[in-house]
T-cell receptor, first 113, second 112 residues
Framework: DAGVTQSPTHLIKTRGQQVTLRCSPKSGHDTVSWYQQALGQGPQFIFQYYEEEERQRGNFPDRFSGHQFPNYSSELNVNALLLGDSALYLCASSLIVREEKLFFGSGTQLSVL | AQSVSQHNHHVILSEAASLELGCNYSYGGTVNLFWYVQYPGQHLQLLLKYFSGDPLVKGIKGFEAEFIKSKFSFNLRKPSVQWSDTAEYFC??????????FGSGTQLTVLP
């Protein structure tokens, strides 16, 4: 049984570019949340998707957007990249009825040059 | 808004020493509290959680945490650490907004 998988594992972009990160939730899970973890910090909540809609959102600008597909997989898109967007991006999945039981992926390390 | 403060950024202990990692949160309402652990090269995983009831909760690998409401604290403890406990530990809180807010983490290094 695969856990949460994220792709790619590493990514290098330049300022102003756009990036798409992908996440496949743990089998049977219907909810996906995205977090940003800057170096030396704890993960910060970006948003959560359920039933293909954004259900909650943290304090992130509109440059950060997402999508959830009918198979529950999800994408995180970041437009107009800034140097400060360099971070580890974590995906976590759960069941909507058991939100507290989060399973995390290993993350995508994004470097913006 | 809810927030979490972890007092120690880096803790170094010898094997068999006792561990206590501090965590304080800021939130006026009912909270759920969590400790997550990230072992080197692995993903974040849940160590233990508190929702209600007995304020002393036990987790995996001999860890426990005590919720003290009057102090807004949820400290993590282990009586005797092992080299394999070397990892980064994150305290997290969830309030009515249902969002998980993490602290900045504590890196624990256990010397053999």
């Amino acid at each position: 049984d695969a856990g949460v998988t994220q792709s790619p594992t590493h990514l290098i972009k330049t300022r102003g570019q756009q990036v798409t990160l992908r996440c496949s939730p743990k089998s049977g899970h219907d909810t996906v949340s995205w977090y940003q973890q800057a170096l030396g910090q704890g993960p910060q909540f970006i948003f959560q998707y359920y039933e293909e809609e954004e259900r909650q959102r943290g304090n992130f600008p509109d440059r950060f957007s997402g999508h959830q597909f009918p198979n529950y997989s999800s994408e995180l898109n970041v437009n107009a990249l800034l140097l400060g967007d360099s971070a580890l991006y974590l995906c976590a999945s759960s069941l909507i009825v058991r939100e507290e039981k989060l399973f995390f992926g290993s993350g995508t390390q994004l470097s913006v040059l | 808004a809810q927030s979490v403060s972890q007092h120690n950024h880096h803790v170094i202990l010898s094997e068999a020493a006792s561990l206590e990692l501090g965590c304080n949160y800021s939130y006026g309402g009912t909270v759920n509290l969590f400790w997550y652990v990230q072992y080197p090269g692995q993903h974040l995983q849940l160590l233990l959680k508190y929702f209600s009831g007995d304020p002393l909760v036990k987790g995996i690998k001999g860890f426990e945490a005590e919720f003290i409401k009057s102090k807004f604290s949820f400290n993590l403890r282990k009586p005797s650490v092992q080299w394999s406990d070397t990892a980064e530990y994150f305290c997290a809180v969830r309030g009515s907004a249902r969002q998980l807010t993490f602290g900045s983490g504590t890196q624990l290094t256990v010397l053999p």
